[in-house]
């Protein structure tokens, strides 16, 4: 349990309290919100511009990684010999599907633990 | 003033808040209406100067604001400002060249204080306080909050709190007192 406060001191305090004018500092500080969103996109374009420059500097190397992640991760684990059925199962039977269901079991465990 | 910014004025915080998360300018700009008088007042508890003061609070306005979308509950948007304002007072106050030390021993002499004005307000008093002093004492009289928030707030041992409360208080009294502010 917290000691009372000193009452002298505690009147101080209140006495001290007092509206402040608002109008400049409301416009001073959209304008510093304002400087930080477009700081904050101009510096996304200029990551997106050079990604690009480099893409096609470089010969898309990150178009071709793509592909070959892509096929890498839809490969089937285990094939059934039945078409269809590995058709039905190509969700959950691939590495893409198997990432899926981990990611979903991780955030579910994770929703669990936080309460 | 336009519709939004009259219906958002009648609106509930927590409702405000909420749309604030989401990304609404306009309900931001609400909220810092609402609150920038009591942020700049605390502000000016700490600082003694009131520019200085105005720019920690816009700082801190502005962490909120970066921040608002990881605010869970609405309902404690108030004391979630808070702490995002103390902790950037603490961190301009680590950055400067005193820092942020606690020494129970180091208050000065009440005539060294220098007080070049007729008087010494609460302001001036508290800014002879070391910081963690001036933080427990303004948290505990400005803010009213307890000895236990407080340790939670500054990360201060509850002893320590308990003690930088008591001697901050008593230390302004003589100080006042001794510069015909408060009768002792």
Partial sequence: MSEPLDP????LF?????TLPEAHFLIELDARVSRRTRRILLTRIALIAFALLLEVLLGSPVRHSVVGLSDAASATLYSTDNRWLDYLLSPVNSIAGMLGALLVGAHVLHRRLRG | MPSDARHYAEGPEPLIVNLARRGDRAAFSELVRRRQTWLRNLMRRFCNEPSLADDLAQ???LNAYRKIGQLRDCEKFAA???RIAITE????QRRQ???FHHAHDELPEI???DSTATGLDLDSALATLPAP?????VLAYHERLSHREIADLSELKLGTVKTNVRRGAQRLRELLSAYGGVDE
């Fill in chain 2, 111 to 113: 005539a060294q204080v």
């Fill in chain 2, 89 to 92: 007072w603490i961190h301009h």
């Fill in chain 1, 14 to 18: 209140e006495e001290k309290e007092e």
């Fill in chain 1, 8 to 11: 002298v001191v505690l009147q």
């Fill in chain 2, 133 to 137: 002093m001036r933080l427990c004492v």
């Fill in chain 2, 59 to 61: 700082q801190a306005f």
């Fill in chain 2, 80 to 82: 979630w400002l808070k």
């Fill in chain 2, 97 to 99: 060249p005193d820092g």
